[in-house]
């Protein structure tokens, strides 16, 4: 089955850190770029991050530069988001998706809660 | 940085058309993609670069990019296409992402 599955979420304390990891199958995930996307409860959707396929070339939203990081294990089909320094405002869903050559997100995980409150 | 806007909320009675916009400066330069999300579940990819239609996503649901409005049509609207749809398009390398628009079939 193609699929993307995100785990790590949870509850932090403000300042404090965590990794998410998005694990891919069904497909080849070496030849996709991969983001995360996250939503606040009920807000919109909020592009994070951009990875290339071999990791070479990565973008970051404004409101996380220098606090998060994302990576990829290829021979592990699974994507990273090292999250650090975390706020209240980052709390949400955080969703992984797929990207096409066409730069649409095609497959989109279920999403992992990360809550951020003391 | 780039905006998107979208109206908040859209009605659409049964079976009639429902249009859904999404302004940008010069957003026909733009590859525009849409998402549908159901109460709950992820996002599901609807239409991608301004009017073509993923695999499995019906013909009523359509899109168009013209000047500094996008927009999505859903005809003949049913009950399950009531979700928040929201478009998208990449900005010098930051995605972007419309604040989303309610729609609900009467």
């Known amino acids: 089955e193609v699929q993307l599955v995100e785990s790590g979420g949870g509850l932090v304390q403000p300042g404090g850190s965590l990794r998410l990891s998005c694990a891919a199958s069904?497909?080849?995930?070496?030849?996709?770029?991969m983001n995360w996307v996250r939503q606040a409860p009920g807000k919109g959707l909020e592009w994070v991050s951009y990875?290339?396929?071999?990791?070479?070339?990565?973008y970051y939203a404004d409101f996380v530069k220098g606090r998060f990081t994302i990576s990829r294990d290829n021979a592990k089909n699974t994507l990273y988001l090292q999250m650090n320094s975390l706020r209240a405002e980052d709390t949400a869903i955080y969703y992984c998706?797929?990207?096409?050559?066409?730069?649409?997100?095609?497959?989109w995980g279920q999403g992992t809660m990360v809550t951020v409150s003391s | 940085s780039y905006e998107l806007t979208q109206p908040l909320s859209v009605s659409v009675a049964l079976g009639q058309t429902a249009r859904i916009t999404c302004e940008g400066n010069?957003?026909?330069?733009?590859?525009v993609h849409w998402h549908q999300q159901r109460p709950g579940q992820a996002p599901v990819l609807v239409i991608y670069?301004?009017?073509n239609r993923p695999s499995g996503i019906p013909e009523r649901i359509s899109g168009s990019n013209s000047g500094n409005t996008a927009t999505l049509t859903i005809s003949r609207a049913q009950a399950g296409d009531e979700a928040d749809y929201y478009c998208?398009?990449?900005?010098?390398?930051?995605?972007?992402f419309g604040g989303g628009t309610k729609l609900t079939v009467l």
């Open positions: 990875i290339s396929v071999s990791g070479g070339t990565i």
């Open positions: 010069n957003i026909a330069s733009k590859n």
């Open positions: 069904g497909f080849p995930f070496i030849v996709h770029s």
């Open positions: 670069r301004d009017s």
């Open positions: 998706a797929r990207e096409t050559r066409d730069d649409a997100f095609d497959l």
């Open positions: 998208q398009v990449w900005d010098s390398g930051t995605g972007v």
